[in-house]
């Protein structure tokens, strides 16, 4: 029997038996456990990103995984684990068993003062999860950890201050990439306006090591925010300063002007919700097949519920990644489309297709890419 058989059997069993079970009791309503199955068909008509000689590869994903949630008056837990398995139909690629685990908690330990704890875990190919700027166009198998924990105290009646610290690791598993490690101090003075709106000067210390060649840095960056609600709308808007300095004497250091902004809006029936986002700073990570550059990203996403059960979205996104040191430019576009039909309240059908493409000085870095997903998604929760 091959892996993927016994990895279904496995699943179906494990949901079978959950099913009937009667362990946990449903008196205790404040411990939520859902149990997930996710299967489908993912088709890549470039799956290396390569520029000349594109391979399609179809992907059978199996995601069998578990979320447990537990909340009280003064805590709200949430722990989330799902295995990847990709099942590739190219005889050569061997199959894949990919991570993702995910852990938030936010504690009120006093009536001013608040602790947020939250772990990202991800082993995966997709380059997407490596930077939220990111560039790059590779499938080196890698994991990557982000934690982070914060403190808040509430100053009566308007201020709040933030502090706290996020450690990111990054590693490959074949070293054909480098490597790295981050440290991140994070200091925020928040003054409240009113219940809706706020103005934040946040401070981010920034301490990225990598293990081989390329130059350790170090980024400090101020920031002035704004925050504001309304009734069907949120507005989210910052600008700022960053200086990042290398541990090489011979290195200059560089600069930016970051700044970001983020729109979200529904309508009063709630059936159209819309997100405009806009972002420009540098990238965190420099890996051995690039550098460093400053990125502007604009994105967008637009869901609409065609009826109770069927909801149609479309999103993508535009980022330009100028590159220090460099006549290197690229130009990257994505745009998606999705419609999700919820056929009971515990499983959802999802079909998706897409496009993306990078256009750049250097002709070795572009590529086209076409994807098309089908995808059955169950959730069983146990009260």
Request: proline share 2%.
């Amino acid at each position: 029997m091959s892996n993927l058989c016994r990895l279904l059997l496995a699943s179906l069993f494990f949901l079978l038996f959950a099913t009937g079970s009667t362990g946990i009791s449903k008196a205790q309503n404040n411990l939520r456990l859902d149990l997930l199955l996710d299967a489908g068909l993912i088709y890549d008509s470039n799956f290396y990103f390569d520029p000349v000689d594109e391979i399609g590869v179809t992907t059978f994903l199996v995601q069998p995984g578990v979320e447990i949630g537990y909340e009280t008056s003064k805590t709200e837990w949430v722990a989330r684990y799902q295995l990847n398995a990709n099942y590739y139909d190219r005889a050569e690629e061997d199959d894949f068993y990919g991570h993702a685990a995910f852990l938030q908690g936010d504690i009120e330990i006093t009536d001013r003062l608040a602790f947020e704890l939250s772990n990202n875990f991800r082993y995966t190919r997709d380059p997407a999860n490596l930077d939220p700027l990111g560039n790059v166009a590779v499938r080196e198998k890698y994991y990557q950890n982000r934690a982070k924990a914060l403190f808040s105290y509430h100053f009566e009646p308007r201020f709040t201050v933030e502090a706290g610290y996020q450690n990111w690791i990054t590693d490959y598993k074949d070293d054909l990439l480098e490597d790295a490690v981050g440290h991140q101090g994070i200091f925020d003075l928040i003054y409240h306006l009113n219940r809706s709106a706020s103005m934040a000067l946040e401070y981010n210390y920034w301490d990225m090591n990598y293990s081989e060649s390329t130059p350790d840095y170090k980024s400090n960056q101020l920031s002035l925010v704004a925050r504001m609600k309304w009734m069907h709308a949120g507005l989210e808007a910052g600008v700022g300063y960053q200086n990042r300095s290398f541990d090489e004497a011979e290195l200059d250091d560089i600069e930016v002007v970051p700044y970001f902004l983020k729109l979200e809006t529904e309508s009063s029936s709630g059936k159209t919700r819309f997100a405009l986002s806009a972002e420009h700073n540098f990238n965190y990570l420099n890996l051995s097949n690039q550098g460093y550059y400053q990125a502007d990203r604009f994105g967008f996403t637009l869901d609409y519920d065609l009826t109770e059960r069927i909801t149609a979205g479309l999103g993508g996104y535009y980022q330009k990644s100028d590159y220090e040191d460099s006549p290197r430019e690229d130009d990257t576009y994505n745009i998606t489309g999705d419609i999700k039909y919820l056929i009971k309240h515990w499983l959802v059908f999802h079909v998706a297709a897409g496009y993306e493409t990078r256009n750049s000085t250097i002709p070795s870095q572009e590529y086209d890419n076409w994807m098309a997903l089908g995808q059955l998604q169950f959730i069983y929760s146990i009260d």
